[in-house]
């Protein structure tokens, strides 16, 4: 009888530290694959950090990778110090002419638990590999802009690079960036299978972070987003199959440089019966929600002010915040401070974490107003509940929402978000009809036992040595 298989998930800032979102799809797929031993490779920027979730007993081993922490080095003499900074220049060299390198000749001369900190700036070779990028890429700027970018960027990709991968037979990254490096320096460490699983896109979602951060400017700035987009190009050259969530995100991997044969798209799902037993019970007045964490990608602000314009065209509207609001205090207290400035304490109220099926149950309409999203969960869960919904014109909900104007807006645009909600409010009698054609779509499309099933098979053909298949 042949062993379980063992996958190794490969996550970046997320599960098991941080709720919602990426975190609860992963929770989630390791609970509806028992048959599979997962191994929790989890890239955190710093340690000791608190567990948001109980690993399922299907959960064998938790391996956590500081990667803001210098490792100690496991070796003291390393032979071919200046093949290996060569290496690393003709790499360089080659993203320069768009051509994305192969790493199996690095990884070869680097021995597991070789760090490259200090042979990176106080060797000959690595001075002089640094000094040559500075002239070419960066005339202007001072040199310790460039060396200190160059540090902090690099420092990150060599403890990754020496650190040695969980044993598994086969690897799945849920993101490009470092935990795509990982699946990469698995692989070719390894000689396992690698596949990625992409819910947004990683390099466009930190080229947004880094363009609206103060702090991080000039050779600073464009290093950093260089460097992001190496990361995902190294990614789509090791990873197969390339999984994304919608066509979309598939045509923009594939324009980054996937090849189109490795792609895949596999949708988010959702337990489909747990919200189909969602019980409707109308209450007095009209009553708005939004379930996320609040959290500035949420942008619950542009939902308060939403609620704003809403309430003075439906003085009996109330409406909820329902998730977590102990990830960002600062923000959080943001959001406090402008319900009180609008005067909503009596219609706007903060939930904290809930069984979201009790407010599924009375909502008339589930609002989402992120700035970023891949494929919404909440969308679909409150679709096979019976709640329409309005939201920003983000990732897939466009196509999840049929591509109605009368429910999409812009990012941070209250009015047409507003205009959405009243629309609903002052056409109650066609929203039967659309709710229910919501419903049949999320039971036909988005049931997540299929989208489990379809994982499995995936992983039993790879560990079994075959290319993938479904």
């Not at 900190?117 to 070779?125: I, L, Q």
């Not at 690897?171 to 947004?200: C, D, N, Q, W």
């Not at 992001?228 to 923009?252: C, G, H």
Request: hydrophobic share 35%.
């Amino acid at each position: 009888m042949k062993d379980r298989i063992r996958v190794c998930l490969i996550l970046e800032g997320s599960y098991p530290y941080i709720t919602g979102g990426v975190s609860s799809w992963v929770h989630q797929l390791i609970q509806g694959i028992p048959e599979v031993d997962f191994v929790i490779y989890s890239i955190s920027p710093k340690g000791n950090q608190e567990l948001h979730y109980t690993f399922p007993d299907n959960v064998v081993e938790h391996f956590d990778l500081v990667i803001s922490e210098k490792a100690k080095e496991k070796r003291k003499r390393v032979t071919g110090k200046r093949e290996i900074l060569k290496e690393i220049l003709e790499m360089h060299r080659q993203f320069e002419n768009e051509t994305v390198p192969e790493m199996e000749r690095l990884l070869k001369l680097m021995p597991r638990g070789y760090y490259l900190y200090r042979d990176s700036v106080r060797s000959d070779e690595g001075w002089s590999l640094i000094t040559e990028r500075n002239q070419k890429m960066n005339p202007v700027y001072p040199f310790s802009d460039y060396f200190w970018a160059w540090k902090s960027t690099h420092d990150m990709m060599f403890t990754i690079l020496g650190t040695d991968p969980p044993k598994a037979d086969l690897y799945h990254a849920i993101s490009t960036g470092y935990a795509g490096l990982a699946g990469i320096v698995a692989t070719i460490r390894t000689g396992k299978p690698y596949m990625l699983t992409e819910h947004g896109l990683y390099h466009k979602e930190r080229e947004i972070e880094i363009r609206r951060t103060k702090m991080i400017r000039g050779y600073q700035r464009d290093m950093w987003i260089k460097v992001y987009n190496m990361l995902s190009k190294l990614t789509y050259r090791y990873a197969e199959p390339i999984i994304s969530l919608f066509e979309y995100n598939r045509r923009m991997q594939v324009e980054l440089g996937a090849k189109e044969e490795k792609t895949l798209v596999i949708p988010n799902g959702i337990d489909t019966e747990r919200y189909l037993s969602v019980k409707r019970e109308k209450r007095e007045g009209f009553h708005v929600g939004l379930v996320g964490r609040v959290v500035p990608i949420k942008d619950i602000k542009t939902f308060i002010a939403t609620a704003k314009i809403v309430s003075d065209v439906i003085p009996e509207a109330q409406f909820y915040c329902i998730g977590p609001t102990d990830e960002d205090p600062g923000y959080y207290d943001d959001c406090k401070l402008l319900v009180k400035s609008f005067h909503l304490e009596e219609k706007f109220r903060f939930t904290g974490k809930q069984d979201v099926r009790k407010y599924y149950a009375f909502l008339d309409v589930l609002m989402l107003t992120s700035i970023r999203e891949a494929q919404p969960l909440v969308i679909l869960e409150g679709f096979c509940s019976g709640v329409p919904a309005v939201a920003t014109r983000v990732g897939n909900v466009p196509e999840l929402l049929d591509y109605d104007e009368h429910f999409l807006a812009p990012s941070k645009d209250p009015e047409k978000l507003a205009e959405g909600v009243i629309y609903i409010y002052r056409n109650r009698d066609k929203m039967d009809a659309i709710i229910e054609r919501n419903r049949e779509k999320v039971v036909r499309f988005y049931d997540r036992n299929k989208v489990y099933r379809r994982y499995y098979r995936l992983y039993q053909s790879l560990s079994g040595g075959s290319k993938w298949q479904e």
